[in-house]
Every structure is written in C-alpha cells, then in structure tokens.
C-alpha cells in the first residue's frame, strides 16, 4: 500500500496543467482569422468583373438598339451577339493576362530556388500557389454570360417596348446591386459604397449608350 501511495504522489507531481477559458473551454482559434482574403483575389476579379460587365454591356447594347428600335428580337439578338463576343473577348483577356502574371511568377521562382538551392517540396507548394490562367479564362466567360443574360431574360416576355426598357433597366439595376454586394462581403469591402459605385457606373453606361444612340438615329446617319 505504501508503494502504491508513492506511486500515485509521483505521478500526480508529474502532471501537466493544460490552461482553459474561465467558462471551462479550451480556446479555439477563429476560423475566420485564418483566412486569406488575399488568395481570393484572382478568382474573385475575374467573376466580378465579368459579372458586371456582362451585365453592364449588353443591357447598354440592348437599350441603345431599343433606343431607335421597338421591334424586341432586334434588342434579343443584339443581346445575344454581345454575350457570345463578350464572354470570348473576356476569356481570351484574361486568358493571356494571367498567363503573362504566370510567366512572370515562374521566372521569378526559378530565381529563387537557383538562387537559393531550394528545390523539392517547398518548390511545388509556392508552383501550386501561382495564377491558374485556364480558371481565370473560364470563371471570366462564364460570369460575364451570367450577367448578360440578366436584360435578356427582362426583356423576353415583355411585348410593350416602353414597359420593355424600363423592366430591363430596372432588373439591371438590382443585379447590378447584389453583383456589386457579393463583390464586397467576399472581399470584406465596404458594401453600401461598393453596391453605390458599381450602381452608378452601370446606369452612366446605359444612359450614354441610349442617348448617343438616340441623336445618332434621330440624325439618321
């Protein structure tokens, strides 16, 4: 019994203390702490520019062509013309920017790792960490073809032209807000001045585009 008690006092001396919240919990760390807003930025650019520009350039196409057009399937197949060259042109952009970012980025750990003599596991997880040109490429095309077919679907139904134009605009304006919100709670930005800027930006689009249209078609030129 008495070796037993030494037993017992020696391994309660030898007992470690593991610090606790006063309510009796282990601290965890924030998960939200441990993000990394910044590794969001490629992906989320290229969606939220092609988003908004999806949006932005095609509802202007559309108004400008109902600006001396009424007939709908002129507005639908302008539309549809600037999706299919819109969502190209951005894939081919930023295809070929993000490649040039890739390049640069290779050539630049090449360097290092020349530099350095590092080479091996340390070296594919910084590769793994460059620019995806062909991700870029598609989340681009494909977020600028999302937002275009916001005014096209407006105005599909819509047989009033008066009643077409301002259902488009008004759609647009409320894409243009929650494109403009997304945008800013994934980046952690201010969302009221985000969902402002890109608001603005889009109804300046439209009204330059509609009223240019508009002189040039009452001028008949």
Not at 41 to 67: E, P
Not at 112 to 118: H, L, S
Not at 166 to 189: D, I, P, R, Y
Request: proline fraction near 3%; aromatic fraction near 6%; charged fraction near 15%.
């Amino acid at each position: 019994m008495a070796n037993l008690g030494a037993r017992i006092n020696d391994v309660s001396s030898n007992q470690v203390e593991i610090p606790v919240h006063s309510d009796g919990v282990e601290p965890k760390p924030s998960e939200e702490s441990n993000i990394d807003y910044s590794q969001r930025a490629q992906w989320l650019r290229a969606a939220v520019l092609g988003a908004n520009d999806g949006l932005v350039s095609v509802a202007s196409l559309m108004m400008g062509v109902g600006a001396v057009k009424k007939d709908i399937s002129a507005m639908l197949i302008a539309g549809f013309a600037g999706l299919v060259a819109g969502a190209c042109s951005m894939a081919i952009g930023e295809f070929v920017s993000v490649y040039t970012q890739y390049d640069i980025e290779m050539t630049q750990l090449k360097r290092e790792r020349e530099a350095n003599n590092n080479g091996g596991v340390n070296g594919e997880a910084q590769r793994e960490k460059l620019p995806n040109p062909f991700q870029a490429a598609l989340a681009s095309a494909l977020a600028f073809s999302i937002g275009a077919l916001v005014p096209m679907l407006a105005a599909v139904f819509i047989r009033s032209h008066k009643i077409r134009m301002g259902v488009v605009a008004a759609a647009v304006s409320v894409a243009l807000l929650v494109f403009g919100g997304v945008g800013a709670v994934l980046g952690k930005t201010p969302v009221m001045r985000s969902c402002l800027r890109v608001l603005i930006g889009g109804w300046m689009a439209m009204a330059v585009t509609f009223g240019l249209t508009r002189l040039i078609g009452s001028a008949q030129l």
